[in-house]
Nanobody
Framework: VQLQASGGGTVQAGGSLRLSCAASGLIFSRYGLAWFRQAPGKEREFVGAIRWNTGYTYIPDSVKGRFTISRDNAKNTVYLQMNSLAPEDTAVYYC???????????????WGKGTLVTVSS
């Protein structure tokens, strides 16, 4: 399984950014793909997931209303759209995959390298 995250960068507070996660080497119908983030000195935090075969999405309350997740079947890519960004959203964002249904750090089977998002005030 290979997961390649991209799209990070620096954005001003209130702005938007879309992250991409290109996936390969997995049977998509069996997997859920998720996004996590980790800020300096903090634990890795779940920020969204999508079940590939159903398209059902899971967004935690911490980012609900600002973050959305979607997929492009033809490109085998999952997106994390982040709006109304704030400095506290600054973190390294990771995509991950699991065949299970629990979207926790310990529950993921594969991880990609992260992409840094910096939100300036």
């Amino acid at each position: 399984v290979q997961l390649q995250a991209s799209g990070g960068g620096t954005v001003q507070a209130g702005g938007s950014l879309r992250l991409s996660c290109a996936a390969s080497g997995l049977i998509f119908s069996r997997y859920g793909l998720a996004w996590f983030r980790q800020a300096p000195g903090k634990e890795r935090e779940f920020v969204g997931a999508i079940r590939w075969n159903t398209g059902y999405t899971y967004i935690p309350d911490s980012v609900k209303g600002r973050f959305t997740i979607s997929r492009d079947n033809a490109k085998n890519t999952v997106y994390l759209q982040m709006n109304s960004l704030a400095p506290e959203d600054t973190a390294v964002y990771y995509c991950a995959a699991t065949m299970g249904g629990v979207y926790s750090t310990a529950g993921m089977d594969s991880w990609g390298k992260g992409t840094l998002v910096t939100v300036s005030s």
